[in-house]
């Protein structure tokens, strides 16, 4: 049984350039959260989806910043024209229901800007 | 802020000794859960306690819940060099996020 897959494991951007971070959740799963976290800090809430919908993007920046997860395939971070600021781990986990019941991590990714 | 807040930001202890973390809200809650954090992975749940419920054991884990005074503590007895780890609690509020503190940077020397 597969856990949550991220990829890739680090991600490595000049400023400018965009960055695509990929979530797998563990199979069945059909709600993903994506989280931000810097050095020696917690992690930040960044956005909760279902199968195609976006449910609750309050931690997400207003530019810059978006999320998907498609009836098929992973659910994917994108960030545009990332900058030094947007440098720290992302990461995602899965549940098979909402109701805040037990989250599953994945292991992040790992994102440097230049 | 919906977030709990961790009590202490960091604790060092000797193997064997017990370790305590407590861990405040702000609003009344659906259910508060605990997750540790090695260096560079990602959050492993530990135990999950219900607004129902006072006290809940996992193996050597012990969480208690008080919601008059709105927090909770976790209990590690006989610690290990292994549960050096960040501690986080997640108090949850409602059923669309779960939101992380600061945590405890738990140290145990052998």
């Known amino acids: 049984n597969a856990g949550v897959m991220q990829n890739p494991r680090h991600l490595v951007r000049r400023r400018g350039q965009e960055a695509r971070l990929r979530c797998s959740p563990v199979k069945g799963h059909s709600h993903v959260y994506w989280y931000r976290q810097l050095p020696e800090e917690g992690l930040k809430f960044m956005v909760y989806?279902?199968?195609?919908?976006?449910?609750?993007e309050s931690g997400m920046p207003k530019e810059r910043f978006s999320a998907e997860f498609p009836k098929e395939g992973p659910s994917i971070l994108r960030i545009q024209q990332v900058v030094r600021g947007d440098s720290a781990a992302y990461f995602c986990a899965s549940s098979p229901s909402g109701g805040m019941e037990k989250l599953f991590f994945g292991s992040g990714t790992q994102l440097s800007v230049l | 802020s919906q977030q709990g807040e961790e009590d202490p930001q960091a604790l060092s202890i000797q193997e064997g000794e017990n370790a305590t973390m407590n861990c405040s809200y702000k609003?009344?809650?659906?259910?508060l859960q605990w997750y540790r954090q090695n260096s560079g992975r990602g959050l492993v749940h530990l135990i999950l306690?219900?607004?129902?419920?006072r006290e809940k054991h996992s193996g050597r884990l012990r969480v208690t819940l008080d919601t008059s005074k709105k927090s909770s503590s976790l209990l590690i007895t006989a610690s290990r060099a292994a549960d050096t780890a960040s501690y986080f609690c997640a108090p949850s509020y409602n059923n669309n996020d779960m939101r992380f503190g600061a945590g405890t940077r738990l140290t145990v020397k052998p």
């Open positions: 989806l279902q199968k195609e919908n976006i449910i609750d």
């Open positions: 306690i219900r607004s129902n419920e």
């Open positions: 609003t009344s809650i659906n259910n």
